[in-house]
């Protein structure tokens, strides 16, 4: 069972536990010891885990942290539980944050249990961020941030590889949240960014309150004219008659509800990589470009649904790879990511024969 599937079962779980979770022990017991173990730590072994390590601040001695998860004998992520019913707030946060200015760790989680809020100290050097770089909801599975804690698994684990992704998460997710925003209700800021460039008059408060309304609405279809373009371009690329492909583009259409319902996981991003990096003897990687779908990951040429390389469709227990010869889909299974490379002559000419029709 990969890290995924643990966490999916971890969350398909939780809300029939839920109801019994009244204590901070009970949180720890049926909620955080499980993801600790989902990321393929010991709980039991002192030589991976320390309940109620002790970190020492200032004057205070003998002040623990819930967890801390050691490498090496040093703690490398410190996590600080508080019960499923508690909201996480400043308070607890900063308790944390006393914690992690005194020990080595680069990281820290704040949890209920429910919610895991991952810190580190982007901003100034040992000194926890107010901010964290990546939060997993358990009750709202998505395995699109569910796939970062890929690096934080025993046998992954890198500071280096995941304080090189964590500044860009911290500002992803904080912009996604902000255009969320202002899709439901545009601020006058963003009112008036946008009216500006296309109005000659003066922006008085009633110009403002009208063109609210207006860029909502532009907002909205611009998002919307988006989403049904990708996704006639996925029906286009289905149409080739195939009964298996049909599947794929019902999938599309399901996408429209529940978020998109694209879950690109960090196996499909190593996949991207391998095949880039065996064409680009024939081609200049930056022309090989990936899109996700339900069913499966697909890399195009030129971002062409018409001149697809390969599919990678690694979302379920047995991994296969699509190859495509001409007017053929050939589906081969792998055992892992490495697999791909066995079929680089077969991308090649996928590639070449793309070329030679341009």
Same mark, same amino acid.
């Not at 202002?182 to 008036?192: A, D, G, I, L, S």
């Not at 399901?254 to 190593?270: C, Q, S, V």
């Given at each position: ?11 398909? /779980? ?11 022990? !009970?949180?720890?017991? !049926?909620?955080? =010891?499980?993801? &600790? ?6 709980? %039991?072994?002192? =030589?991976?885990?320390?309940? $109620? ?15 801390? #998860? ?6 490398? &992520? ?7 019913? !508690? ?7 900063? /308790?944390?944050?006393?914690? %992690?200015?005194?020990? $080595? ?9 429910? $919610? ?16 964290? %770089? ?53 601020? /006058?800021?963003?009112? *008036? ?22 860029? *909502?609405?532009? %907002? ?21 008659? /195939? ?5 794929? !583009? ?29 064409? *680009? $003897? ?5 022309? #090989? ?9 697909? #890399? ?59």
């Amino acid at each position: 069972m990969d890290l995924i599937e643990r966490m999916r079962e971890i969350s398909n /779980q939780a809300p029939r536990q839920l109801e019994y979770i009244k204590t901070e022990e !009970a949180t720890k017991n !049926a909620f955080v =010891m499980p993801f &600790i173990q989902a990321l393929g730590y010991n709980v %039991f072994n002192p =030589m991976e885990v320390v309940p $109620e390590f002790t970190a020492d601040i200032g004057t205070k001695k003998n002040e623990k942290v819930d967890y801390a #998860i050691i490498q090496d004998g040093k703690p490398i &992520i410190l996590i600080e539980a508080k019960s499923a019913t !508690a909201d996480l707030n400043e308070e607890h946060a900063s /308790q944390l944050f006393r914690y %992690f200015s005194v020990t $080595e760790a680069r990281f820290g989680i704040l949890t209920n249990g429910l $919610e895991y809020r991952f810190h580190s100290d982007l901003e100034k050097s040992n000194q926890m961020d107010e901010k964290p %770089f990546l939060i997993i909801d358990i009750l709202n599975f998505d395995s699109r941030p569910v796939a970062q804690l890929k690096k934080f698994t025993k046998s992954a684990f890198d500071v280096d590889r995941i304080l090189s992704s964590a500044n860009e998460l911290k500002y992803k997710r904080e912009i996604r949240l902000l255009l969320e925003s202002e899709y439901n209700q545009p601020t /006058q800021e963003f009112v *008036r960014h946008f009216t500006k460039p296309v109005y000659s008059g003066r922006l008085m408060e009633s110009v403002i309150e009208e063109f609210t309304e207006i860029v *909502r609405q532009a %907002f909205r279809e611009f998002v919307n004219d988006r989403i049904a373009i990708r996704l006639q371009s996925a029906i286009d690329s289905e149409s080739s008659g /195939q009964e298996s492909d049909q599947e794929d !583009a019902n999938d599309v259409l399901a996408d429209l509800d529940a978020k998109d319902g694209i879950e690109t996981t960090e196996e499909e991003i190593e996949g991207f990589h391998v095949v880039k990096s065996i064409l *680009r $003897e024939c081609v200049d990687p930056s022309r #090989i470009t990936m899109r996700d779908v339900r069913s499966y990951c697909g #890399i195009l040429l030129d971002d062409n649904n018409r001149q697809p390389i390969c599919r990678m469709h690694f979302n379920r227990s047995k991994k296969y790879l699509s190859l495509f010869h001409e007017p053929k889909e050939e589906r081969v299974a792998i055992e892992n990511v490495d697999g791909i490379y066995k079929y680089a002559d077969q991308l090649k000419q996928a590639v070449s024969n793309y070329l030679a029709e341009d």
